[in-house]
């Protein structure tokens, strides 16, 4: 009768005993799960946001650019191959020969398909009857990992608020990267980027009917053609010069005659001091040696480590390659053939049979004359009432130049040569005048007042393991007046000359205090042949 | 004699007790000193992996305004950044802004310059300038501000990266190479407190380069 309730208590006092000891176990594993699970999550989070997210926004942008790459392409055929433009698979246009054109994409790319890429294309305006592009395109990469925003939303604004001064949404990193988790916020918010057609566009699902989260980059590039002279001298090898008293600037002849004193600067900046500026260089080689002369302009080489220096008053860009296009051999248009002589004195006939009796009033009335090498040569312009008129004439040596060569007033020529030139610069002249124009043929006024377009030299790219050469040979300090597009010549130039124009070559070479002039105004005379993007930017709406 | 047995069997002896005591308290010391370490070690690597998240948003701004941008610019010190980019969007305010072209994007202009065609998005007779002083493009300067790298586009300021109470950021360090490329350097020096000491450690350094897109390159 007594015994039971004492073993009753001593079963008691044992079970709490025990079940002490298991709570508190119980307690520690459970803030020991706390505390991992938190640290678990934190990790998951950052790696969500470090691999994933900056991952799927670096992919983006990379989906924009192959998408512009691909529309950039078909820019180039403006020129090269118009006929196959926009017309290759994932492009449509509702007028195929004005556009806009707008590519989409046929297939994913990207390790996982994740990637894809759509893009318009439309001639917005052009300029010197040139059509310019301008390509918009739309990069889309697949977010992967968790279905958040970033978290880390540290960053508090300087100002009151965060965003205040922002047109953007978000907080933290969701400001750099804009995630689009339900719908496409750019079309809700932006339309077509004009606020046109705003609608709520839903991301694709999953194959559970979950959206995909993803994040879309748009960038804009314009497409512009390549002008072949874009600045005193341009090699696709190597450039030396100028000297310590040289000097390459810049002028525009249209304004009137070179003025050393307005790239000298003045206070207050003489009217034409800008169009002083633009005596660039570009050297398409790592061999650029550059010489105490001043360079008024850009400099750019493809690989070499030039800084800029008090000598280079532009930019130094070692990055740029340089691709000339070869000048092929010329021949006179199947209408056309060559006039029977090769006269020491050239006049042209003011009324030509060879050119259904048409006087030489243009590049395309110009009597063609042919020689086997030229020397001693004068070429005379058409006369009316004894007054020199604008007149054209193109040349083609199958062989060298040499001087002397007498270019009077009102003479355009065009000389197409296949060897070598060596000319004494005194010994070469070249009548025309910048700033000045003489009436053409019929009357009309002439609109050529540089000197330089005058007189444009064309060398024959030579086949390798031909080589060509143009030697200028000063005599004093004597002063020539041409443009050259030699792109397989090397280009040498010794003594103290005075050069206006433009040199396109394969290498230069300028010993002596040779001044160079490039006169802006032969920027459009060699007609383009290719593009070139002049112009990226992102919106990051 | 019943009831004595049974309490004499429950009880602890005094020496029981203090070991009891003496384990129980050693326990509990090494639980709540693991949890204090633990705490502090989850809030460091906390910090340093929010710095770095910084570090990469620092970066992933510089390249893209860098790539967009048609000139930057760096300070003497390397610590400030000038980036003039074209004004792609109008905005209020802008010379061509009307009621109905705010928040569109602008159709640029294409003319002949000394360098072959140029494209200008916004023409003024403004120059670029330092210190955010042009207008023709928009001015987005990055700037070290105490432990804070600040992003400010036309006047508007944005804390891009914040150090928090145990990171401080070192220097920004950024070298912009003949207008080119702009390499970026950000480190940040982690501060770990040790008995209430501000001991350093080795902080970690992301670089990257971007180019400036609008830079001409080729022919």
Redesign the interface.
């Given at each position: 009768m007594t015994k039971a309730p004492i073993f009753n208590v001593m079963n008691t006092h044992r079970q709490h005993e025990k079940g002490s000891t298991l709570v508190c176990a119980l307690c520690i594993i459970l803030i020991m799960s706390f505390i991992g699970a938190n640290v678990l999550m934190n990790c998951t989070t950052r790696y969500n946001v470090t691999s994933a997210q900056v991952a799927g926004w670096k992919d983006a942008l990379c989906a924009a650019e192959a998408g512009a790459d691909i529309a950039y392409a078909e820019t180039r055929k403006a020129l090269m191959n118009p006929g196959t433009q926009f017309s290759g698979a994932g492009w449509t246009s509702s007028n195929a020969s004005t556009g806009p054109w707008t590519y989409t994409m046929p297939n994913p790319f990207g390790a996982a398909g994740n990637l894809s890429a759509s893009a318009s294309v439309d001639n917005f305006t052009s300029v010197d009857g040139y059509a310019c592009y301008r390509i918009r395109s739309v990069g889309t990469a697949r977010v992967f990992g968790l279905r958040r925003v970033g978290m880390d939303d540290r960053p508090t604004g300087a100002t009151s608020s965060f965003v205040s001064g922002s047109d953007v949404r978000g907080r933290g990193d969701s400001l750099l990267r804009k995630i689009d988790f339900n719908y496409d916020h750019f079309i809700s918010t932006y339309g077509d980027g004009d606020g046109n057609n705003k609608q709520q566009v839903a991301l694709p699902n999953d194959g559970n009917g979950n959206p995909l989260a993803q994040v879309s980059r748009r960038v804009e590039a314009i497409a512009v053609p390549i002008l072949p002279v874009s600045g005193a001298i341009k090699t696709s090898g190597s450039f030396y010069g100028p000297g310590s008293a040289g000097v390459i600037d810049s002028f525009n002849s249209k304004n009137g005659p070179y003025n050393p004193d307005v790239a000298l600067g003045g206070t207050p900046l003489p009217q034409y001091y800008s169009d002083s500026r633009d005596g660039n260089v570009n050297c398409g080689g790592s061999s650029f040696t550059s010489l105490t002369g001043d360079i008024y302009g850009n400099v750019t080489t493809d690989g070499a480590t030039l800084k800029s220096t008090k000598y280079i008053t532009g930019s130094v860009d070692n990055n740029v390659p340089v691709t000339l296009q070869p000048q092929a051999a010329v021949s006179p248009p199947p209408s056309r053939q060559y006039e029977s002589t090769s006269p020491i004195t050239i006049d042209p006939p003011g009324s030509n049979p060879k050119c259904s009796g048409q006087p030489p009033d243009s590049w395309a009335n110009a009597p063609w004359y042919s020689y086997t090498n030229l020397q001693n040569v004068t070429i005379n312009p058409v006369t009316v009432g004894s007054t020199p008129r604008e007149t054209y004439v193109n040349i083609v040596v199958n062989g060298d130049i040499s001087t002397s060569l007498i270019i009077n007033q009102g003479v355009n020529v065009r000389i197409y040569f296949t060897g070598n030139v060596n000319i004494k610069v005194s010994n070469f002249s070249n009548k025309n005048v910048d700033g000045s124009s003489l009436a053409n043929i019929d009357g009309t006024s002439s609109t050529n007042s540089s000197a330089s377009a005058h007189v444009q030299f064309y060398g024959v790219s030579p086949t390798a393991p031909a080589t060509q050469t143009i030697n200028l040979d000063a005599n004093g300090k004597p002063s020539i007046e041409a443009l050259w597009y030699a792109p397989g010549a090397d280009f040498i130039s010794k003594g103290n000359i005075v050069m206006y124009g433009a040199v396109v070559c394969k290498s230069f070479y300028e010993n002596g205090d040779c001044f160079f002039h490039y006169d802006k105004a032969l920027g459009n005379l060699i007609s383009p042949n290719d593009y070139r993007i002049a112009s990226y930017i992102e919106d990051v709406r | 004699m019943?009831i004595a047995?049974?309490n004499r069997?429950?009880g602890f002896t005094l020496s029981e007790i203090m070991v009891a005591v003496a384990l129980g308290s050693i326990v509990l010391a090494a639980?709540l000193t693991s949890?204090v370490a633990?705490?502090r070690s989850?809030a460091a690597?906390?910090d340093f992996?929010?710095a770095?998240?910084?570090q990469?948003?620092i970066i992933?701004?510089l390249s893209?305004d860098v790539?967009?941008s048609t000139n930057a610019e760096i300070s003497a010190d390397t610590k400030t950044i000038y980036c003039w980019?074209?004004k792609?969007?109008i905005r209020t305010g802008d010379s061509d802004a009307t009621t109905g072209n705010v928040?569109?994007?602008r159709?640029?202009?294409?003319?002949?310059?000394?360098?072959?065609?140029?494209?200008n998005?916004y023409s003024t007779t403004s120059a670029n300038g330092p210190s955010g002083t042009s207008t023709n493009n928009s001015a987005v300067v990055y700037s070290v501000?105490g432990n804070?790298i600040?992003r400010t586009e036309d006047?508007?300021?944005?804390?891009?990266?914040?150090s928090?109470d145990q990171l401080v950021d070192q220097v920004t360090d950024v070298q912009l190479a003949?207008?080119?490329?702009l390499s970026s350097v950000v480190t940040f020096l982690p501060i770990f407190t040790s008995n209430g000491a501000a001991v350093e450690r080795a902080g970690t350094t992301v670089y990257a380069t971007a180019y400036l897109?609008?830079?001409?390159?080729?022919?």
């Open positions: - | 019943k047995k049974p069997i429950d639980v949890s633990l705490n989850f690597v906390d992996f929010s770095h998240l910084q990469v948003r992933e701004y893209r790539k967009r980019i074209p792609y969007i928040g569109t994007r159709t640029p202009t294409v003319t002949r310059g000394g360098s072959g065609y140029e494209v998005y501000n804070s600040l006047g508007a300021i944005t804390a891009i990266a914040s928090t003949n207008t080119g490329y897109r609008n830079i001409r390159r080729g022919n």
